[in-house]
């Protein structure tokens, strides 16, 4: 009988057991149902309307008066716009805003107007940079070429002389060189006055462009002695340091820049172009030969667009030199930068909004750069169509993008915004930082875009 017993009592507990696991197991499948659903819905509302990254643009309308659509309209809008090739008319009034942008921006010294923000209330830092005032000389004698105005011309000659200030010895090089210098007072940054490579090469770039607009504007002298400094920070194999720094005695090791070379080689196809030296040619490609070497049998190349744009201004001269890099090797290298500049477009977008941002994040500028060396790589590319046509489809997907995110009315009309949007808080991207610098206007954004739709109407033309 108590044997009997026990057996019954454990009968009993085995059975209770099963009933709290039964139902420990029911409690956590619940638990993850819920979970699975939670993230579902985080993830829907990502892509939602209403949840959309809120455009900037759009904003700025509203400041002025105009009445927003709503997310699905301004979806629909997106869509047809992205699915129709850019109009002559349509770039054409894009670059008059762009250029009148800077023109106003250019003040009686010359010096640009650097930074605005499309929130008033947002504190612009002072600081000024000369490689983008440089920059922007180049793009503006671009539009003075592509729509000849006086206003414009007069904006490039005070550009050019203010720039002018900045041209001083370099002295403990031991020749006779000019350089232009960065100076912590203008700059707004802390450190020592130095030389910056691109400083110089873009510094040239400008200086020509306006020469042809007015013929010694900067002694000849000054142009061949920037250019001796451009080939004095040149090493043996191609390759350049990126600053002149007085206190290690001159160039330095320490730091190495991915667009210098690119836009040092340029200023000295152009200076070839202005006196015929064909010692500024053989430098130049001699850079651009490094280049094309040191990327060759890297998995992906950096989107160097100024590489690109000083390739295309060299490729017409490889008959003036005997020692030029191969059209092959020129080939590769150019079609390397072109697949990491297409990367980001061949994914995809999950939101229209982002529809030809070449970063996937709404930022303007390197969809700007990228589209600035494409388009100079479409100059001179003889790959097979299919190819073409793929660089094709994201410029003009990427022209799209820009044309949208360029502030058409108000106070700033012809800006160029650093993102399209500023992200919400359900996004992955979403940063406080971004958000908050979404709205800055900077020269350089508004002249890359401004050279970008300039290049690519001439694009258009050729075709």
Same mark, same amino acid.
């Given at each position: 009988?108590?044997?009997?017993?026990?057996?019954?009592?454990?009968?009993?507990?085995?059975?209770?057991?099963?009933?709290?696991?039964?139902?420990? =197991?029911?409690?956590l499948?619940?638990?993850?149902?819920l979970?699975? *659903?939670?993230?579902?819905?985080?993830?829907?509302?990502?892509?939602? @309307?209403?949840?959309?990254?809120? %455009?900037?643009?759009?904003?700025?309308?509203?400041?002025?008066?105009?009445?927003?659509?709503?997310?699905?309209?301004m979806?629909?809008?997106?869509?047809?716009? %992205?699915?129709? @090739?850019? $109009?002559?008319?349509?770039?054409?009034?894009?670059?008059?805003?762009?250029?009148?942008?800077?023109?106003? $921006?250019?003040?009686?010294n !010359?010096?640009?107007?650097?930074?605005?923000?499309?929130?008033?209330?947002?504190?612009?830092?002072?600081?000024?940079? +000369?490689?983008?005032?440089?920059?922007?000389?180049?793009?503006?004698?671009m539009?003075?070429?592509?729509?000849?105005?006086?206003?414009t011309?007069?904006?490039?000659?005070?550009?050019?002389? /203010?720039?002018? %200030?900045?041209i001083?010895?370099?002295?403990?090089?031991?020749h006779?060189?000019?350089? =232009?210098?960065s100076?912590?007072?203008?700059?707004?940054?802390?450190?020592?006055?130095?030389?910056?490579?691109? !400083?110089?090469?873009?510094?040239?770039? @400008? +200086? +020509? $462009?306006?020469?042809?607009?007015?013929?010694g504007?900067?002694?000849?002298?000054? *142009?061949?002695?920037?250019g001796?400094?451009?080939?004095?920070?040149?090493?043996d194999? !191609?390759?350049?340091?990126?600053? /002149? *720094?007085?206190?290690?005695?001159?160039p330095?090791?320490?730091?190495?820049?991915?667009?210098?070379?690119?836009?040092?080689?340029?200023? *000295?196809?152009?200076?070839?172009?202005?006196?015929?030296?064909?010692?500024?040619? &053989?430098?130049a490609?001699?850079?651009?030969?490094?280049?094309?070497? $040191?990327?060759?049998?890297?998995?992906?190349?950096?989107?160097?667009?100024?590489?690109?744009? #000083?390739? #295309?201004?060299?490729?017409?001269?490889?008959?003036?030199?005997?020692?030029?890099?191969?059209? %092959? #090797?020129?080939?590769?290298?150019?079609?390397?930068?072109?697949?990491?500049?297409?990367?980001?477009?061949? &994914?995809?977008?999950?939101?229209?909004?982002?529809?030809?941002?070449?970063?996937?994040?709404?930022?303007?500028?390197?969809?700007?750069?990228?589209?600035?060396?494409?388009?100079?790589?479409?100059?001179?590319?003889?790959?097979?169509? &299919?190819?073409?046509?793929? =660089?094709?489809?994201?410029?003009?997907?990427?022209?799209?993008?820009? +044309?949208?995110?360029?502030?058409?009315?108000?106070?700033?009309?012809?800006?160029?915004?650093?993102?399209?949007?500023?992200?919400?808080?359900?996004?992955? &991207? /979403?940063?406080?930082?971004?958000?908050?610098?979404?709205?800055?206007?900077?020269?350089?954004?508004?002249?890359?875009?401004?050279?970008?739709?300039?290049?690519?109407?001439d694009?258009?033309?050729?075709r």
């Amino acid at each position: 009988m108590q044997r009997q017993t026990h057996d019954s009592d454990d009968t009993v507990r085995k059975q209770g057991f099963r009933r709290w696991a039964g139902t420990t =197991i029911l409690v956590l499948m619940i638990v993850l149902c819920l979970g699975t *659903l939670a993230w579902f819905n985080h993830t829907a509302n990502q892509t939602s @309307a209403p949840n959309r990254p809120k %455009n900037m643009v759009q904003d700025e309308g509203a400041q002025n008066g105009a009445t927003g659509d709503s997310s699905a309209a301004m979806e629909t809008d997106i869509e047809e716009a %992205n699915s129709i @090739a850019v $109009s002559p008319p349509s770039l054409d009034e894009a670059i008059g805003l762009a250029t009148r942008y800077l023109v106003r $921006s250019c003040q009686a010294n !010359g010096r640009f107007v650097y930074e605005n923000h499309l929130d008033p209330q947002t504190k612009i830092h002072p600081q000024y940079n +000369l490689l983008r005032h440089a920059g922007t000389i180049y793009a503006l004698a671009m539009a003075h070429k592509h729509q000849p105005n006086e206003e414009t011309r007069d904006a490039i000659l005070r550009a050019s002389r /203010y720039l002018q %200030n900045y041209i001083e010895p370099v002295e403990q090089s031991g020749h006779d060189l000019l350089a =232009i210098w960065s100076d912590p007072a203008l700059t707004g940054t802390p450190g020592e006055r130095q030389v910056k490579l691109g !400083g110089v090469g873009l510094g040239l770039i @400008a +200086l +020509l $462009s306006a020469e042809r607009l007015e013929p010694g504007l900067t002694p000849r002298d000054d *142009l061949v002695q920037l250019g001796k400094f451009v080939q004095y920070m040149q090493k043996d194999d !191609g390759s350049f340091y990126s600053k /002149y *720094l007085p206190s290690e005695g001159g160039p330095s090791e320490n730091w190495v820049s991915l667009y210098y070379p690119g836009e040092a080689a340029l200023g *000295l196809v152009m200076l070839y172009e202005y006196d015929g030296d064909t010692t500024w040619l &053989e430098s130049a490609a001699r850079a651009i030969g490094y280049l094309a070497r $040191s990327r060759r049998d890297r998995i992906s190349s950096p989107p160097d667009h100024w590489a690109l744009l #000083a390739t #295309a201004r060299l490729v017409p001269h490889l008959d003036k030199l005997t020692d030029a890099p191969s059209e %092959n #090797a020129l080939s590769r290298h150019t079609i390397a930068v072109c697949k990491t500049m297409t990367a980001k477009a061949e &994914e995809g977008y999950y939101d229209p909004v982002l529809t030809g941002c070449l970063t996937g994040d709404g930022r303007t500028t390197p969809t700007a750069t990228r589209l600035e060396g494409m388009l100079a790589a479409r100059t001179y590319m003889s790959e097979p169509d &299919e190819w073409c046509n793929r =660089i094709d489809h994201c410029i003009e997907q990427g022209i799209n993008f820009l +044309l949208r995110a360029q502030v058409h009315s108000g106070q700033f009309e012809g800006g160029m915004p650093r993102a399209i949007a500023t992200w919400h808080t359900g996004y992955s &991207e /979403y940063d406080k930082k971004f958000n908050h610098r979404a709205g800055e206007i900077r020269v350089d954004y508004v002249q890359h875009a401004l050279s970008a739709m300039i290049a690519h109407r001439d694009h258009t033309t050729l075709r």
